[in-house]
């Protein structure tokens, strides 16, 4: 089954450390998104890209950086990890060609630690 | 700015009373809203989209434009669907594409 796929799973890491959490999709997808879940906040946008070559801050980008290495990879970089990004993170896909519906497919989750 | 406001944090009811879990915006143009669901261990998933004006395990939401509110509502709750549910709104992108604003979520307990 087309699947979305994040790594790693889980991660814990320490203050100043950059990290990198991964995203790949055989769903065909052009375009992803990532979030961050925080208890009572809800999923924010952190970065999103419509195609390879296009790359869009979200809400909440500041201590964060993309790459859009092909259509189906778009990994999210924390150049100095601090604390307070310590969140779940998804990545997820939507399909151009069903834009009005806009369904987005979702990845399992990158739960983030950050002493 | 776009918005989306789920006033409650965490909704208890018991199995077969009705459940109401609220959802307010606030945007500019003509707008597109969703319901996501996360049952526990599961990924965040679609569950209804009101521009399909359609029924999903006895959910329905429907909009009101002049209350800004889209309302997911089911007469009868089943332990099932005990999850945290999001609303989002659709946000026209200039230049093409679009992205979601997600509500902060409404935690559902289904009490036998």
């Known amino acids: 089954d087309a699947d979305v796929t994040q790594t790693p799973r889980n991660r814990i890491t320490k203050t100043g450390k950059r990290i990198m959490l991964e995203c790949s999709q055989t769903?065909?997808?052009?375009?992803m998104y990532w979030y961050r879940q925080d208890p009572g906040l809800g999923l924010r946008l952190i970065y999103y890209s419509f195609d390879v070559k296009d790359i869009n801050k979200g809400e909440i980008s500041d201590g964060y950086s993309v790459s859009r290495q092909a259509q189906a990879k778009f990994s999210l970089s924390l150049e100095s990890a601090i604390p307070n990004q310590t969140a779940l993170y998804f990545c997820a896909t939507s399909d151009k060609l069903a834009e009005l519906f806009n369904e987005q497919f979702f990845g399992p989750g990158t739960r983030l630690t950050v002493l | 700015a776009q918005r989306v406001t789920q006033p409650e944090k965490l909704l208890s009811v018991f199995k077969g009373a009705p459940v109401e879990l609220k959802c307010n915006y606030s945007?500019?143009?003509?707008?597109?809203l969703f319901w996501y669901v996360q049952y526990s261990r599961q990924r965040l998933q679609l569950l209804l989209r009101h521009i399909s004006r359609e029924s999903i395990k006895g959910f329905t939401a429907d909009l009101n434009k002049g209350e800004t509110s889209f309302h997911l509502k089911k007469p009868f709750a089943q332990e099932e669907d005990s999850a945290m549910y999001y609303c989002?709104?659709?946000?026209?992108?200039?230049?093409?594409?679009?992205?979601?604003?997600f509500g902060t979520g409404t935690q559902l307990k289904v009490e036998l």
């Open positions: 769903k065909g997808h052009d375009r």
């Open positions: 945007y500019s143009g003509s707008p597109e």
């Open positions: 989002a709104l659709i946000h026209w992108v200039t230049g093409g594409g679009n992205k979601l604003t």
